[in-house]
């Protein structure tokens, strides 16, 4: 029977033994673990110095070729002569590349093997490549001759350009890097006999002792066989090894643990602590940096204003959609958008009006397109999308016609509410067939015609168009060839006083007799001068030309047309004034014939150009009133002179008893703003007696007088002269 004290032995002795098991467990643990610790350490210290090491080696043979590349691209060619062998290669090159880099080794020569410059540590050698060399270079040389005669490798890319590590003729192992010299090359001598550079640089003890440096390295050398773990061998191309680099084996785990043990437990805690408050921070900076860096991606490919793609992600689009593949042949559709008129917005509300437009625009058609498609803002008002998967033209035209219809609606700004319209180009083509650039182009043929066929238009490319586009082409040159070789003239329409059938002034008429083409209506080459910016020289050749036989012949006064191009320019009043001053012609007998639409720009040029004429005398008349807005506030707001009834009211005046009620409201209109009233297109005299009857200021039209010559008319101004009671008759007619 055991003694309480004996129990407590028992106890106390399991206790300690527990204990000092426990303890001894714990130690073994710890020893075994820091036997494991410093094992893995130095293992993960030796791969590191591995891989430190090989890194160095790599990134030796890029820099070499990157020197090669600097000092082929930054040096000035000079002309150079060496046994009958002429090249566009800098003299002291060679040298220069070697003194400069540091390879001990410069040799530039032809594909042949016949040298022009080699150097050695900085200094000229004989032109002939080192006999240690000459083997470990050919090889290299016979990878470049393999790989410029691949179609598909350039001459100039990296894929030209050899390097390789090599053991030479001595025994010791080089980096050697070789590659061509097509900038100091003709086209057909670099086809023939390259010319190129190759850089020899030794793996000897000055390499080593860099390597030790840059890497902490001790008892760096190399050798043939391994005689350390610490060791990286130097291969070949075929991975062979040609030597070894080796050093001391490093065994840092043992000492760290003794130095930092305890200082490390302690310090950990600290360290603990403080890295999981900077890892909160580094989080959160990091998120924000993330934020920011897909911002700037995002802005560098993308238009800031209306966040369409811009044009480089555009290009870029457009390219992968030619290669876009689908189950089912499919061609791409590419689309341009102009806005049509978007400067008058600009110019009347102010561009920030004209970039909320954009926005509005750009917002709209990204609603409509589907996920494949790319909408794109190209510059100005001019947008495009590229979209694949398309089976038909139908198909194309449908999508074209939809976001048509999406830009149609009214669009409200904080300018107020705008209507706009939009020109629109489209190409369909089957990707396999076309260039990205080619249908570009296309696109923004079938965009060109939308344009002149009067905005507004839909328009799908035809190969037609090109001879079209062409054939206007040839007459923009003609008819600036026209202006210059006097092919244009003028005829004139005398307008006569609807009382007492005197003539009371005339209407100057632009006409082209086109040597070949015959005659070549105004509707057609007037347009095309406002496209080609011949208008303004046109313009004013037409006023001046008008104004010089309008005082001749002493007619009361001349009506010139101006273009509403015109008023585009600040300068248009000053030319006017000062070609009527250069004349000596009053500017009271000069009357300005211009379309209601220069009145709806509403701009203050337009006031400004306006004003000035009317204040220096000049008269100012609306063209073919009620055809287009006929607003009674611009003839107020712009002073008018005078309103010509646009034809299309008279010829059916007898017809149709509304037009005689329009036409009676239109005279009685102007006569009540103390406007005189002309009505175009008289051909009966019927028309004439019930416009007179009206009380119509002045008549114009066949019945009267259909338009004639300057001599003509000097005929006609004198018989007036001379018989003022004289009514003109139909038989004027002809």
């Not at 930054?74 to 290669?89: E, L, N, Q, T």
């Amino acid at each position: 029977m055991s003694t309480p004290t004996s129990a407590a032995h028992r106890v106390s002795f399991h206790i300690v033994w527990i204990s000092v098991a426990l303890g001894s467990l714990i130690a073994i643990a710890l020893v075994l673990c820091a036997s494991w610790m410093a094992r893995e350490i130095d293992t993960a210290a030796l791969n590191e110095q591995r891989s430190a090491v090989r890194t160095y080696i790599e990134n030796a043979g890029r820099r070499i070729q990157l020197d090669q590349s600097t000092a082929a691209s930054r040096a000035d060619g000079v002309f150079y002569s060496a046994h009958g062998r002429f090249a566009w290669v800098p003299k002291g090159m060679a040298d220069w590349v070697s003194a400069e880099f540091n390879h001990d080794r410069v040799y530039i020569f032809y594909l042949d093997g016949f040298v022009l410059q080699a150097s050695a540590h900085g200094q000229l050698t004989t032109s002939e490549i080192d006999l240690t060399d000459r083997q470990a270079v050919a090889s290299l040389v016979n990878q470049v001759r393999i790989s410029l005669a691949t179609p598909a490798i350039d001459q100039a890319s990296s894929a030209a350009c050899c390097f390789g590590i090599r053991r030479l003729e001595d025994g010791s192992v080089a980096l050697i890097s070789v590659r061509p010299l097509n900038s100091f090359t003709s086209a057909d001598d670099f086809d023939r006999n390259p010319l190129l550079l190759a850089s020899v640089v030794l793996f000897n003890d000055q390499a080593l002792m860099a390597i030790s440096q840059s890497l902490g390295l001790a008892g760096l050398r190399t050798t043939n066989v391994i005689r350390s773990a610490a060791n990286v061998a130097l291969l070949d191309d075929q991975n062979r090894p040609l030597a070894y680099v080796q050093w001391s084996l490093p065994a840092p785990a043992a000492k760290l643990i003794r130095q930092v043990a305890l200082p490390a437990i302690m310090s950990l805690i600290v360290i603990g602590g403080c890295l999981f408050f900077l890892m909160a921070w580094l989080r959160r900076t990091s998120v924000r940096l993330e934020n920011s860096q897909t911002q700037a991606s995002f802005l560098a490919m993308h238009d800031t204003l209306t966040g369409a793609a811009n044009r480089s992600l555009f290009d870029q689009r457009l390219r992968e959609a030619l290669h876009y593949r689908t189950l089912a042949e499919t061609k791409i559709l590419l689309i341009f958008i102009d806005l049509d008129r978007f400067k008058e917005v600009n110019d009347t509300y102010g561009h920030a009006a004209g970039d909320d437009l954009l926005r509005e625009v750009g917002r709209r058609l990204l609603v409509e397109l589907p996920e494949e498609a790319t909408l794109a803002r190209l510059g100005g008002d001019e947008f495009a999308i590229v979209q694949p998967g398309i089976v038909s033209d139908g198909h194309a035209r449908w999508i074209c016609q939809r976001l048509v219809q999406a830009l149609s609606d009214p669009i409200a700004l904080p300018a107020g509410q705008m209507n706009i319209t939009v020109s629109v180009g489209f190409a369909v083509e089957t990707p396999s067939t076309i260039s990205s650039e080619e249908l570009a182009r296309r696109a923004d043929v079938a965009l060109y015609f939308s344009k002149t066929a009067g905005r507004n238009q839909c328009t799908l490319y035809q190969h037609a168009m090109d001879a079209d586009r062409k054939e206007r082409l040839t007459l923009q040159i003609e008819l600036r060839n026209a202006l210059l070789q006097d092919q244009l003239n003028l005829a004139y329409q005398p307008i006569f006083s609807a009382t007492s059938g005197e003539i009371a002034g005339a209407e100057a008429l632009l006409r082209w007799q086109h040597p070949v083409r015959g005659f070549v209506s105004p509707e057609f080459f007037v347009g095309l001068a406002e496209e080609i910016g011949l208008i303004n020289e046109l313009g004013m050749w037409v006023l001046r030309q008008a104004c010089l036989l309008a005082k001749q012949i002493n007619l009361p006064w001349i009506a010139v047309n101006l273009s509403p191009v015109q008023f585009q320019r600040a300068e248009l009043a000053d030319e006017i004034l000062h070609a009527l001053h250069n004349i000596g012609f009053a500017a009271e007998r000069l009357e300005l014939e211009i379309t209601e639409g220069v009145l709806l720009q509403d701009s203050a040029q337009v006031q400004m150009t306006l004003s000035r004429l009317r204040a220096a005398g000049v008269r100012i008349s609306i063209d073919d009133f009620g055809a287009g807005y006929a607003s009674i506030s611009y003839l107020r707001n712009y002073k008018i002179d005078k309103i010509k009834i646009d034809r299309s009211f008279i010829k059916e005046l007898n017809e149709d008893p509304t037009l005689v009620h329009v036409v009676r409201a239109m005279v009685d209109m102007g006569r009540a703003m103390g406007l005189s009233v002309t009505a175009e297109g008289v051909e009966e005299d019927a028309q004439r007696r019930q416009l007179t009857e009206m009380g119509c200021t002045h008549l114009q039209g066949y019945l009267l007088s259909r338009p004639i010559s300057a001599q003509a008319l000097s005929q006609l101004s004198g018989e007036f002269e001379n018989t003022p009671s004289v009514k003109p008759v139909s038989s004027r007619r002809d």
